[in-house]
């Protein structure tokens, strides 16, 4: 006897389930976009900024269940979009919340979370115990699954659980091509402020920088131009011989989705002739990882990775401990790391590497994101570190 016919009202039709590719179903209520995605299920603990979070090329193949339960609270807007091309998709598959996303309160909300969802095809689950999976990834790893929403709340559970499970996986995948550009582009946008938004540069730019796109964040972008920088950007394929042909005075190395070790099959080599030739090289995230690649190290999958704006990471080269942004599923194995490689920075989470520097080539890179976006900006230092490398490697 149906309790709820009984009383005389009637069960919520659940909407939307998350289908793990070991069996468990978790029912809760679509949001966003309709329909059905596989991929890899990771958690972030970040508070605030998940419109940027979730338009971070790097979470390709990935949907994210968030910690924080209030998710939506400041709607969307145009302007909080790591994605360069605002047309492309790239960014996470679907989204996790434990709360149904409000209506917005913010001056700068310029449409409601579940509308914006929809219109980046985003596939959104909220009602869901995202305590409980978020325990579940941290004992058991980043599961495969599919996420699905039907408004008439019908799903065939064995289908999409054997979908899951048959799904390739991120590991031993290289999904850089899905998110880089294939083109040359050039970029002159700089940090928001309030009042007057995104900026431009102007005036003579002191160095001229070559970022090679892996799946680049904006913010990454904006800080070089921020710094005086001119920037050209050049795709993930692009030979040496094209990058020196712009005569840069840094490279700089973009993070991006996906199985370093796949992406390194055709980064390495070019990474390798730009170093032999001492060009300053500064890398975050897959950079880092490419970095660490090109030098003979070698990286590993991690089973839960780091996804937040709360990580603690020393920098050793200061002593100092910052509080970073972090979005990595992979990391560099230390032991691994070749004598002209020194570790600089390191996790205060779990003792993970989160950087190294060459002792024979001005080069650094590290594996959290001093651009933030979102989070804290206690590593936006690492730009002027940059910088000055480039000015001294100039001069001498
Ligand atoms: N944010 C990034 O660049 C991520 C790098 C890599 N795809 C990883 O998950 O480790």
Redesign the pocket.
């Known amino acids: 006897m149906d309790q709820g016919k009984e009383q005389g009202w009637t069960k919520p039709v659940k909407t939307g389930v998350l289908v793990l590719a070991s069996g468990e179903v978790l029912e809760g209520f679509g949001v966003g976009a309709e329909g059905e995605a596989v991929g890899e299920v990771c958690f972030n603990t970040a508070m605030t900024g998940y419109q940027e979070i979730l338009t971070?090329p790097?979470y390709a193949g990935q949907i994210i269940t968030f910690t924080f339960p209030h998710i939506g609270n400041v709607g969307a807007n145009d302007e909080d979009v790591e994605t360069v091309d605002f047309s492309r998709s790239a960014g996470a598959l679907g989204a996790i919340f434990g709360l149904k996303p409000t209506e917005p309160s913010s001056h700068r909300a310029q449409t409601p979370l579940a509308d914006w969802l929809s219109s980046r095809g985003i596939i959104g689950l909220y009602g869901i115990d995202t305590r409980a999976l978020t325990a579940f990834i941290r004992d058991r790893g980043m599961p495969n699954a599919v996420i699905a929403h039907a408004p008439d709340g019908r799903f065939d559970l064995e289908r999409l659980r054997a979908k899951a499970a048959a799904w390739h996986g991120i590991d031993g995948t290289d999904l850089v091509p899905s998110v880089g550009a294939k083109e040359r582009f050039d970029w002159k946008e700089t940090s928001w402020k309030l009042g007057s938004g995104y900026g431009v540069r102007d005036g003579e730019p002191k160095l001229r920088v070559v970022a090679i796109d892996y799946g680049v964040k904006r913010n990454i972008l904006r800080l070089l131009a921020e710094a005086g920088c001119e920037v050209i950007v050049a795709p993930a394929t692009a030979p040496a011989s094209e990058i020196l042909a712009y005569h840069p005075d840094g490279v700089f190395l973009s993070?991006?989705?996906?199985d370093?070790a796949e992406t390194g099959k055709y980064a390495v080599p070019v990474i390798k002739a730009l170093l032999e030739k001492k060009v300053p090289t500064f890398g975050i995230?897959?950079g880092h990882?490419m970095m660490a690649l090109a030098v003979g190290a070698k990286t590993r999958k991690m089973p839960q990775?780091h996804h937040g704006a709360n990580h603690p990471v020393k920098d050793f080269t200061t002593g100092k401990v910052e509080i970073v942004s972090m979005?990595?599923?992979?990391a560099v194995d230390r032991d691994t790391l070749p004598a002209n490689a020194t570790e600089t920075h390191r996790s205060l989470f779990d003792g993970s590497n989160c950087g190294i520097a060459l002792t024979d080539r001005p080069a650094f890179s590290v594996q959290h994101h001093p651009e933030a976006s979102p989070g804290p900006q206690d590593s936006h230092y690492l730009f002027q570190r940059f910088v000055e490398m480039m000015e001294k490697s100039k001069v001498a």
């Open positions: 971070d790097s993070n991006g989705p996906g370093p995230c897959l990882q990775g979005n990595h599923g992979f």
